[in-house]
């Protein structure tokens, strides 16, 4: 069982930064892909950024690329979403994910999720 925990959402206006974490307990991620998803009201929950615990390989989603970068952090066994230039559009809730394996469209494990709301 691997639980995680997000923190860091908030409301910003357009073109602010945030920064969200994922602490994990539970089992090492060394076997784990961790991911970051969101959903925003009336939506599909979407696929946001990914990264392959052991080796680092990350990978984007093409409308955040550039503004979002995924990363971790070994010794706290927490992940990151960096968000940068942020724009109404990304206002959701944002949850943290962890699957055994490389990258892959199911997920084993999920947070609560945190809220990011972006103001114009």
């Known amino acids: 069982q691997v639980y995680l925990l997000e923190s860091g959402g908030g409301s910003v206006q357009a073109g602010g930064s945030l920064r969200l974490s994922c602490a994990a307990s539970?089992?090492?991620?060394?076997?784990?892909?961790m991911g970051w998803f969101r959903q925003a009201p009336g939506k599909e929950r979407e696929f946001v950024a990914a990264?392959?615990?052991?080796?680092?390989?990350?990978n984007h989603e093409a409308s955040v690329k550039g503004r979002f970068t995924i990363s971790r952090d070994n010794a706290k066994n927490t992940v990151y979403l960096q968000m940068n230039s942020l724009k109404p559009e990304d206002t959701a809730l944002y949850y943290c994910?962890?699957?055994?394996?490389?990258?892959?469209?199911?997920?084993?494990?999920w947070g609560q999720g945190t809220q990011v709301t972006v103001s114009s």
């Open positions: 990264i392959i615990w052991s080796i680092g390989f990350t």
């Open positions: 539970g089992r090492t991620l060394t076997d784990y892909t």
């Open positions: 994910a962890a699957r055994r394996g490389g990258l892959g469209l199911t997920y084993d494990y």
